[in-house]
């Protein structure tokens, strides 16, 4: 069967013919392999692009689990505050915590903020701390965290309702195992509304 590629013929320095040369299936092969390369080399290029834009300022941009991790403690935090589960509530916290209170600035320990909170929380039949919105800005380098979000906190009374809106400024710093703990939060309410309430319906209350 005729070969589909083209025969060439080449000469050596004394003008004498070469054999036939067939470029077909070598040609082929070496299309193939600079396409591998050049395949390889763009996926390197790609990953250094890649790099490029997410790199800033010296540090890396937070991975999804360091962003998650920040947005559990917060939530675990909250979740223990509710359930006046205080030592679970107390490991959310670094051992000194710089606390602004509705303009009351203090640094204060995990055991302190427990004391601050407790009484108020057991005086109601149920708390209800919600998070939203929540904006987290994570330094890899220096492994630490910055995070904002809105606060609803509602209280029930026996015979009324409470809640607040507010705005939650937390810094938190990475431990050595990996979870980050709060080292600063700053508390800022926006406005209360008071329900008297006529019918409420509750579940169950504090033990």
């Not at 036939?20 to 390197?44: H, M, N, Q, W």
């Not at 203090?106 to 039949?125: C, N």
């Not at 431990?175 to 019918?199: E, M």
């Amino acid at each position: 069967m005729a070969n589909d590629y083209k025969s060439i013929s080449t000469s050596d320095n004394n003008g004498n013919d070469n054999a036939a040369l067939d470029p077909g299936p070598k040609t082929f092969l070496s299309r193939s392999g600079i396409g591998l390369i050049s395949l390889l080399g763009g996926f390197v290029l790609f990953l250094s692009a890649i790099f490029v834009c997410v790199h800033k300022n010296g540090s890396m941009d937070p991975s999804v689990s360091d962003y998650q991790q920040v947005v559990n403690t917060l939530s675990r935090m909250h979740f223990a505050l509710d359930s006046a589960d205080w030592e679970a509530f107390k490991t959310c916290y670094d051992s000194i915590v710089h606390m602004n209170y509705m303009g009351t600035v203090a640094d204060v320990t995990p055991e302190e903020i427990v004391e601050t909170f407790k009484d108020d929380i057991l005086s109601t039949v149920h708390s209800h701390h919600q998070l939203g919105n929540v904006v987290v800005d994570v330094d890899l380098d220096k492994r630490t965290a910055k995070a904002m979000a809105y606060l609803t906190a509602t209280f029930q009374m026996e015979e009324s309702i409470s809640t607040f809106f507010a705005i939650y400024e937390f810094g938190l710093v990475k431990k050595k195992n990996g979870d980050y703990v709060v080292s600063a939060s700053s508390f800022q309410p926006k406005w209360q509304q008071d329900t008297q309430a006529l019918n409420i319906t509750s579940f169950g209350g504090r033990e």
